[in-house]
């Protein structure tokens, strides 16, 4: 069966730096593609990144362009999601899910599904 395990979440300071990474079993990320997720505090899950194979695009909510980078090893089967310039407002539950492209990453989350257990990312001085 398809399971996603997220880690690499915890404690940074504004403007500090974390890794995620999204561990997949069960299937190929050679034919799929893997979507970060984040829910804040007393919001709304919403989409933050978005990598697909099958086209080799990248995609990005503007709230994180430009500091947060999406990369994925093949051979380890592992979505990464870099993050820099951490804010307060970053703090969030991240998840991974999974969907054939990354289409209406940021409007239909229906689309992705065998989501993760989630990984606690807290920005706070």
């Known amino acids: 069966q398809v399971q996603l395990v997220e880690s690499g979440g915890g404690l940074v300071q504004p403007g500090g730096s974390l890794r995620l990474s999204c561990a997949a079993s069960?299937?190929?990320?050679?034919?799929?593609?893997i979507g970060w997720f984040r829910q804040r505090p007393g919001k709304e899950r919403e989409g933050v990144s978005c990598?697909?194979?099958?086209?080799?695009?990248?995609y990005y909510a503007d709230s994180v362009k430009g500091r947060f980078t999406i990369s994925g090893d093949n051979a380890q089967n592992t979505v990464y999601l870099q993050m820099n310039v951490l804010k307060p407002e970053d703090t969030a539950v991240y998840y991974c899910a999974t969907s054939d492209f990354c289409t209406g990453f940021m409007f239909d989350l229906n689309a992705f599904g065998d989501w993760g257990q989630g990984t606690q990312v807290t920005v706070s001085s």
């Open positions: 990598i697909s194979n099958r086209n080799r695009r990248t």
């Open positions: 069960g299937f190929t990320l050679d034919y799929s593609a």
